[in-house]
């Protein structure tokens, strides 16, 4: 138990997470279940509470999209309906649009966007960072189609990905 909430004070995890910690260190497997349990019953270990700051904190710490969001949840071994769930209320009300603004702002501060999404190579460059960061494909060439007239052989280039979470 010592080890457990010493775990969780250095930050958040989610049920599989701690399971996972606890079932390497544990005597007997059953051990860290009935901690794990009293973590759950103390209120401690609570996957849609961890679901939800975590989304919050992915979107106003580092500006990433939804789709991102969602498969950091996933590889954090969230289950899919709590993961969703917390993604589509944090996100409601949020304009994709602006946030790919800024996420391009920040990631391109110190070059003119215009003058550098000139060129195909970094355009092309461009549009995979915000594919990766979690925008979908539309609004992201709808952004840099503002700062290049050739974004739109981007949607010709790139299969159009389907934006449903992959299972």
């Keep these: ?32 279940d009935q901690v794990l349990a009293k973590l759950k019953e103390a209120g401690f270990v609570d996957d849609r509470r961890f679901a939800e700051s975590y989304a919050a904190a992915r979107l106003e710490n580092q500006g990433f999209g939804k789709m991102r969001v969602l498969r950091d949840l996933r590889q954090r071994k969230v289950t899919g309906a709590v993961a969703s ?18 996420y ?11 003058e550098f999404l000139s060129e195909d190579k970094n355009l092309a460059s461009a549009y995979r960072r915000l594919r990766l960061a979690g925008f979908a494909a539309g609004v992201s060439i709808r952004v840099l189609r503002r700062y290049a007239s050739s974004a739109d052989a981007l949607e010709g280039a790139y299969e159009e990905e389907d934006d449903a979470p992959r299972e």
């Design 85 to 102: 769930r917390a993604v589509e209320q944090t996100f409601e009300g949020t304009d994709e649009t602006a946030l790919v603004e800024q």
């Design 104 to 114: 391009l702002a920040r990631k391109y501060r110190s070059v003119k966007l215009a």
């Design 1 to 32: 138990m010592e080890y457990a909430l010493r775990t969780l004070s250095g930050r958040g995890l989610s049920t599989a997470e701690i399971r996972t910690k606890l079932a390497r260190k544990a005597a007997r497997a059953e051990d860290a």
